[in-house]
């Protein structure tokens, strides 16, 4: 490239971005209008309501979460107490079962002892 190819070249580019540089200050410009300004303003609004929003969905999401748990297992709870009656049923009905059978068992052998006290006794008692 000869010297005048280069400073065609330096002065094209020099202007080109002495142009970029007026775009720039212009949209600059543009920004501090009113009117851009409020909408600006406005389009952060939204976008900080939307994010709110969307926050409190979260929340939300996160307590019918919390609530179904709760709900599960508060049933499980119920089950687990229904199951419990149900075994200590059984269990009483079983222990009352033992319970009248030693009895028996107990008054065979006091009978039984009774017995042999009177005949050792020779029936007096």
Not at 27 to 45: G, N, S, Y
Not at 75 to 94: D, F, G, I, Y
């Amino acid at each position: 490239m000869s010297s005048h190819e280069t400073s065609s070249s330096s002065s094209f580019l020099s202007h080109k971005l002495g142009r970029l540089q007026d775009l720039h200050e212009c949209v600059e410009k543009l920004f501090q209008l009113p009117l851009i300004q409020e909408a600006l303003h406005h389009e952060r609004q939204e976008k900080w309501v939307d994010e709110l929003l969307n926050g409190s969905l979260r929340l939300l999401d996160g307590c019918t979460n919390a609530k179904d748990s709760l709900l599960h297992t508060k049933e499980c709870m119920r089950e687990l107490q229904s199951v419990m009656r149900r075994r200590n049923r059984t269990e009483l009905k079983t222990y009352l079962a033992r319970e009248q059978e030693r009895a028996k068992g107990t008054e065979r052998e006091q009978g039984t002892q009774n017995d042999s006290d009177r005949q050792s006794d020779g029936g007096r008692m």
